[in-house]
């Protein structure tokens, strides 16, 4: 890493220029930085006089949260390059391209894609997406069966494992999502009017076995290549394309995981209705279409890693009747547990989401956090009992109408 | 490895000459090659002189099983030499002192434990070792609490698993374990009076269903260092002192694949005793030695791993009331597994065990076969209901009595 050093606008130019095949000779390139400072340089460089462009991320050696700074590898730009070109290869449509990766840099070179937008602002104007779940759901399935024992030679399997160590990220998870939240943690961050509902949670003994069960699963469970951090903010949208990007979490764990994190951030939203709607009515709708695409959301996910089991599957032993239904319920149980996890820490721990945290009217925002904290641990508690998304619909929908006192 | 060469008896000498504080210089040294030249050379050094003698042992570049000979890699070497280190930091009485690791040459120089015999002998002349469970007990419990997400910093614990991905030497236990004995493989080998049990396990998918399960467990759970094929042909022994050695299929896994080789290879002798044993009160008296050390294995093994997490737990999470419980549970139904695993390949598998292949008389063989078979599938197919090690005592009991027609 003794050539690391983070790019000028000037610089990030250079480099862009020649990189093959993309900009004409001696262009005219103009260069936008656009990340917000906290873990990268983002630099949008464009060449007016064609309307190419690209993205060059460079991830800088600290990360910078609620004002304080610590160091933070570089390895994660070679992890976060080498899972994008993993997940191009298996889902080509689904995340940018990957022009190049410069390892004394850390920098990855890839696709523009300003034409979407942040899923997660998508969602708090309300807007519906009729494709992302069968999206989500393809990426899912792809990424998780073809890098897991199921899908994968199982011996390059485990040396692929070996290359997405990634302690640090991990280290992230590890505390903010599976421990912080359920002691009174300094990295918390919870608003005076729902310290009742925290407080309640920290006292919770039979929840946090379940999370410490969870939490094990995160730390032990080698399954498969995971995103790692597959919120509604690391997903550009528009109407006929997803795009995921950011997996500089990816590591070999749970599938749950991933798949709990794209449920649990549509449930944020849910949650986040009390806010952003404008009149019960179009509550309920929107409410609708979020618990419709949860839904479709898994039973997509579930029939296309069924068939790509029975059409791609590599291990004799696996096509054994009966255990194919096996694993998808053990993985909905877990899918429960994840998504509940992904919630709870949302709501007050030290990340939260803009679906809920930026309701102006304060009495609206609380019983956002409320519902999705009651959503949440609902979830968690369930998690090894439940047998089918149904029930996590039926959950979500008895939470609400106890919250609220009458129905969506 | 282009300085790799396979050592002379003469070269072993010049090597051993050379280790610093160990043999007098310009001692007259001797050497013998004791290996059985499958898969490694072993050399006996000695210095007659002074009675003094260590050990090298060379991986060879390729595994000889039944004729035929196949590449391996001389990784497995250096995932031996290091995993003998960090059991020796563990539990120093417990394993053989390395004196030395030389990657060129694939060469570990280590302990003599000739004053020791394997463990495998000593049970078939039907010797009793008072201290073996406490002993086994404590390389279990110190091994695997120490090197997992239990005992060990985990982002430390995530590097070290990046050090032990072994995947040549997991895909021999992933076959010969988990795959080939539940069907008609070329590379099982079944003796003809047995064919008849071979093929009820092949036809029947509910045990197929468990074995897939426990596969995948082996595939994706890293709990902890394993040692990874702790059979009683992997321990020196003598009365005051136990051995572990041959720590080559090292990775992380789960932990009760390790405790249940220990309990298995009690029981393949248990079955063996149709053989062995002279006289009905005599076989009586050894078997219940023998299960009186299954049990003590689990129970010293569950005393110290509970008190380690007690006293060194890392974790905070992993302090919550009911999960060491709830942990503890999963890990005994793991063994009952394992255990049964473990059991049934080495009856017909590819590689069987002297405690029952080598009684010469066809029928008592054919009765221990059947013992162990029955012994071994039945603690498969009950593994996930197991709740105590009460349970598995009695299980072996009633296959013995259910075989034999009559008590113990």
């Known amino acids: 890493m003794t050539k690391y050093h983070p790019l000028s606008e000037e610089q990030a130019i250079e480099y862009a220029r020649q990189i093959p095949d993309l900009f004409q000779s001696r262009a005219e390139l103009s260069s936008r930085e656009i990340g917000d400072g906290n873990l990268n340089l983002v630099f949008h460089i464009s060449e007016p006089s064609t309307g190419k462009s690209i993205i060059l991320k460079q991830a800088l050696p600290y990360a910078k949260v609620v004002g304080e700074s610590w160091p933070l590898t570089l390895d994660r730009a070679r992890i976060e390059s080498e899972a994008l070109q993993i997940e191009e290869s298996l889902c080509p449509d689904l995340v940018p391209h990957v022009y190049a990766y410069e390892p004394d840099l850390a920098l990855t070179v890839m696709e523009d894609l300003s034409d979407h937008v942040i899923m997660r602002r998508g969602l708090i104007e ?3 997406y009729p494709l992302f779940a069968e999206h989500i759901a393809r990426f899912l399935a792809h990424t998780l069966f073809f890098t897991s024992d199921l899908g994968k030679n199982q ?3 485990k040396v692929q494992l070996g290359r997405f160590i990634n302690p640090e990220l991990c280290k992230i998870t590890e505390d903010l999502i599976f421990d912080d939240p359920y002691r009174d943690a300094d990295t918390n961050s919870i608003e005076a ?3 009742d509902a925290a407080e309640q949670i920290w006292k919770d003994t039979e929840l946090h076995l379940e999370v410490a069960i969870l939490r094990n699963k995160f730390l032990t ?7 790692g951090d597959l919120h509604t903010g ?3 949208i528009k109407a006929y394309s997803t795009k995921v990007i950011d997996p500089e979490f990816a590591y070999y764990g749970p599938m749950g995981f991933d ?12 949650a986040g209705q009390e806010g952003w709607s404008t009149d019960e009515a179009s509550r309920a ?3 609708e279409y979020l618990l419709h695409t949860v839904k479709d959301v898994w039973n997509n996910f579930e029939r296309n890693f069924r068939q790509l089991w029975n059409e791609h599957g590599v291990d004799r032993v696996f096509q054994t009747p009966g255990y194919q239904d ?6 909905l149980q877990d899918t429960f547990g994840f998504t509940g996890a992904k919630m709870v820490r949302r709501v007050y721990g030290l990340a939260h989401v803009a679906d809920i945290d930026k309701i102006e009217d304060a009495s609206a925002r609380e019983r956002a956090q409320r519902l999705a904290l009651s959503i949440g641990t609902k979830l968690i508690r369930f998690n090894r009992q439940a047998k089918s998304i149904d029930e996590l619909i039926q959950l979500v929908t008895k939470e609400t109408t106890a919250e609220r006192g009458f129905a969506l």
Do not use: M, P, T, W
Request: aromatic share 12%; net charge positive.
């Open 126 to 128: 309300r807007n519906q």
């Open 155 to 157: 011996q390059e399997k």
């Open 193 to 195: 009017h729902i310290r």
């Open 221 to 227: 469970s080698a399954q498969a290549l995971l995103h």
């Open 234 to 236: 690391s997903i550009f």
């Open 259 to 270: 798949i709990g994190a794209v449920l649990a951030n549509l449930l944020l939203n849910f």
């Open 285 to 287: 709708d929107y409410r």
């Open 326 to 331: 096996y694993f998808i319920a053990s993985l």
